[in-house]
């Protein structure tokens, strides 16, 4: 961590150094290989600024990346092992202090004149006296409201109790913030692209990041509340069955139906994300390898994750590996991710056909509701949630198209606004729900 910091402060004292260049006359006899050679020279401090701007780019990337993958996975544990008795756990530290880092990385490159430069169009901010990059106002937004969401979530826990949903408002806005960050490194990482061509390696792993990180604030509690039957591994597990609060929790996940197989929200709302994904890949790269490889490559991490999940658990007496082919087998909706790849494929196959683009959409939509309903739903009649389906995957469509335009082309307007909405309208009616629902189950 240390060296780390240490690069940075280097990395700054070197870029500065570049305002010392002198100005060099030539007569005009000289060789012209001499003016090739000082036009070369005078070209290298500026392709350094922008190596740099480039490696800590990377760096705090890294770093972030890094520290939430690592704590959001050992909050998890975590929470498995130990009673909560206070909000300041080691992963919740560690996240904060990772965060605080990060932040001051990206405020280290905003306020650094030959640092910011290279990340892209330029926007003038309230009480700033220079213009900043709309890339890095995306990502130091995200930040600040990371920070003060994680301030926000030991105020709620205090003043409102253990037992918060996914729909709480500092767990909706904590998903949101995260997929803001995440928007921002993207946003930052398009503005080098004119330096810096992406590779379809690139654009395969901007995709999936996106991916990754927006399905959890669109599907909330539905991003892991699968059936009733893994809410009740989950308050069955030793460390969970003492504690009342989190008792609570799963019988209002229960109470109002909450998960994959059960509610009557969870198609149209997954449709959403879906239609949105898809939209965002065909910006990043319309090019059916990536459209397709990208899909695949998520599902088979999601599936990696919920067949580690029931091993973990112990679900339904799995103790070795063997155990969870007869679980596979018996309930698929607990491993089979969702069908993403199945819409990516569908719309691969109607786009060469003459319909209209909005039309292959729509169809899409409904070919994934289908094939959801198929995955999750028990009940005959949730097909017709199909129809609904096909129309929020059109919608999901536009939200991805905005997405993408937002960060190749950040605007101040449109970011104040994105950033509005998702860290404090969406989270703040969806934690009036919460807390109606905390009251109203027993």
Known sequence: MFQCIGWCIRLFCSVESETCMQK????????????????????TPYRQSRTWAYGLFWLTFFIFFVATATGKLWDRVWHLVHRFDTFWSPPHLYVAIMTLLTGFLVAGIAFAPH??????????????????????????????????????DNFW???????????????????????????????????????????WITNVVIAILMLEFLCPPILGPFYLMYSPGLIHALANMPIVRGEPSAQHLY???????LTRQTST????????????????????????????????LWSITLMGRDLYTILFLHYDGATKVTDMLRIALHEPSLWLPIPLFIAALAFEILRHTR????????????????CTFGIWHTNIWMILLAIPGAFTFVLGTKFGRLLFQLIEKPTLEHVMKFLLITCAQIPAILGIVDLVMRHTVP
């Not at 729909?167 to 930052?188: E, R, V």
């Not at 019988?251 to 139906?257: D, P």
């Not at 990043?284 to 990536?290: A, F, G, S, T």
Request: hydrophobic share 55%.
């Open 24 to 43: 060099v006359s030539l007569a005009p006899d000289e060789d012209t290989d001499i003016l090739e050679a000082f036009a070369t020279t005078a070209e």
């Open 115 to 152: 640092m910011r430069k290279w990340y892209g169009p330029a926007v003038r901010m309230p009480l700033f006296p220079f213009k900043v990059p709309g890339a890095l106002i995306i990502l130091g937004g995200g930040l600040v409201a990371l920070s003060i969401t994680i301030m926000l």
């Open 157 to 199: 826990h205090t003043a409102f109790g253990l037992d918060e949903t996914q729909w709480s408002m500092p767990h909706d806005m904590l998903a949101w913030d995260w997929f803001i960050i995440i928007t921002g490194f993207i946003a930052a990482r398009l503005a080098f692209r004119r330096y810096y061509p992406l590779g």
């Open 251 to 257: 019988r209002i996940y229960l109470h109002f139906q």
């Open 265 to 296: 929200l969870f198609i149209p709302i997954v449709a959403l994300f879906a239609g949105a994904a898809l939209a965002f890949l065909l910006n990043i790269d319309p090019r059916k390898r990536i459209l397709l490889l990208v899909p695949f």
């Open 355 to 370: 319909l209209n683009r909005l039309t292959v959409f729509a169809l899409c939509g409904f070919v994934f509701s289908l």
